[in-house]
């Protein structure tokens, strides 16, 4: 009796969880953010706490490990990290042309200051 009923709520729980869970997928050649793990008091990026970013990238996937492990084109200051990672550390990068910003160059003076310009 007890095991029925816990088998039960098992299969509920279950399939609420397959409901909200999805598949995800990559392949080589895709361009991904690399989500970073909150480890607390941990100063990263020159932020901390709320104010560090979750994820970092985006990297290209150079080679698919397996069904759910990636390896990563990671820039030269992550070159001392592995470069293999789970898919649930990784978030499609769907490009945007809005994303990027125009540089324009700062005038200064000859006292160094400058003027700013509302965009």
């Known amino acids: 009796m007890i095991r029925e009923k816990l088998k039960t709520a098992q299969d509920r729980q279950k399939s609420y969880a397959d409901n909200i869970s999805k598949d995800l997928e990559f392949s080589v050649g895709d361009w991904v953010f690399l989500k970073l793990s909150s480890w ?3 100063m990263r990026f020159g932020k901390r706490g709320k104010l560090s970013p979750r994820y970092i990238g985006p990297y290209e996937i150079t080679e698919r490990i397996g069904p759910i492990a990636y390896r990563l084109a ?5 070159s001392r990290i592995h470069d293999v990672f789970h898919v649930s550390m990784l978030r499609k990068y769907m490009p945007d042309p809005s994303h990027v910003l125009e540089h324009q160059p700062v005038e200064l003076r000859e006292d160094l200051t400058y003027e700013e310009q509302p965009v």
């Open 40 to 42: 607390k008091g941990v």
């Open 74 to 78: 990671l820039s030269t200051e992550l």
